[in-house]
């Protein structure tokens, strides 16, 4: 491979993207960054994202700009019947893919849904997003990130003890259905290349959650007992959390006997390896409170740095708190090339996190301006007779 062009192995794919929000043009977005040819089908006001801020960088929400390049946008008035028509067409004539998440019974009522477009062109692949799941009782509701992280029993586990619910920061569960919108697109063109059949797919932000508890789940499935606030620690596994440093903090995970008993000689106390109130996990959780509340008081002694350096002497694993500025600038992110600059823009993001032979993919193209490339694709019929 020529190490000067970075991979793009679904070059030749189009896929026309019925996305609003986070989850589907995530999905469009690692599609397009993957080599297919995305178009984004907005809205008269455009994705709703564009307005998400501030910060805006060139034109619209840092949110939006990030989700949506390699991608060409047009315009279409679905109360219009010409243009949408015209959209139908291109979809008929050119897509490979479908992926939409438009609010549910909308794409059925405009004739845009998977059992109207695969009926002309079964070899279409048309990958729903929704919220709650394609049936249940509310099957039809709408749905957000937050929402989801609440009802699916993740905020019920994250944040620390006696203080109020908190939402993971990173839209994890948005974000999570796009990755599992990706994985049935690429399991029905799998398929597609023996039979030429598409798939309907179907995810959703309340599944998705769902598997991200699934450990916790599992635990409350083994027990009965219900897991609460875990704060920067992990049920069932200790010692294993942030600790409170002379400059910040420090994440030490410590989750096997042997790397306790190496702790242990790290922290001046190698006598605790053979404790019985420590000598093994199960042990260990059962008196939690009092080996945390003895770890705390002495790496609080210290600098993170100090800390860093004698984890790796004694070969454990252990991590700083860094935020966002600090994550970005370390020379580990850097050497990986994962921030990458965008052609023709000001415009700096975090790229895919895979590598095909050793190359990373590129982001190609900057996000498109609202309807930049409408007239490519739909006729105007506006001050038509």
Not at 17 to 35: D, K, M, R, T, Y
Not at 198 to 217: H, N, P, Q
Not at 256 to 262: K, M, R
Not at 306 to 333: R, Y
Request: hydrophobic share 35%.
């Amino acid at each position: 491979m020529n190490e000067s062009i970075a991979p793009t192995p679904l070059s030749g794919l189009v896929v026309i993207e019925l996305g609003n929000s986070v989850a589907a043009p995530f999905c469009g977005q690692i599609l397009g960054e993957l080599g297919a040819k995305v178009i984004k089908v907005e809205k008269p006001s455009g994705d709703d994202a564009r307005k998400w801020g501030p910060p805006f960088w060139e034109g619209s929400g840092a949110y939006f700009q990030s989700l949506n390049r390699n991608k060409e946008s047009i315009v279409c008035d679905f109360h219009d019947s010409e243009h949408l028509k015209q959209l139908k067409q291109l979809i008929f004539d050119k897509a490979d893919i479908v992926i939409q998440n438009m609010r549910p019974g909308q794409v059925e009522k405009l004739g845009l849904d998977a059992k109207a477009l695969t009926k002309v062109k079964p070899s279409l692949i048309f990958c729903n997003f929704g919220a709650f799941g394609n049936r249940g009782p509310l099957s039809q509701q709408p749905g957000y990130d937050p929402l989801m992280q609440a009802f699916s029993g993740i905020m019920s586990t994250t944040g620390e003890q006696g203080k109020p619910t908190v939402r993971v920061g990173a839209s994890i569960v948005d974000l999570g259905t796009g990755l599992w919108g990706i994985i049935g697109i690429l399991t029905a063109l799998y398929e597609r290349q023996k039979n030429n059949q598409g798939k309907t797919i179907d995810v959703s932000l309340f599944e998705t959650a769902t598997s991200w508890v699934s450990l916790l789940a599992a635990q409350y499935l083994a027990s009965n007992e219900i897991p609460t606030r875990q704060g920067s620690g992990a049920n069932g596994i200790v010692p294993y959390k942030a600790y409170a440093t002379i400059d910040g903090e420090v994440v030490i995970a410590a989750g096997s006997d042997a790397l306790f008993s190496s702790l242990s000689a790290m922290l001046g106390h190698p006598e605790w390896a053979t404790d019985p109130k420590f000598i093994d996990n199960p042990s260990r959780v059962a008196n939690s409170k009092n080996l945390y509340n003895s770890i705390e008081e002495i790496i609080q002694t210290r600098s993170t740095s100090d800390w860093l350096i004698a984890c790796e002497k004694f070969g454990i694993p252990a991590s700083p708190v860094q935020n966002i500025e600090q994550m970005i600038n370390h020379p580990q992110t850097q050497a990986l090339g994962i921030v990458q600059n965008i052609p023709n823009s000001d415009m700096t993001f975090i790229g895919l996190p895979i590598s095909f032979d050793g190359q990373r993919t590129k982001i190609r193209t900057a996000p498109p301006k609202l309807g930049e490339h409408t007239n490519n694709y739909v006729r105007s019929t506006k001050n038509e007779s």
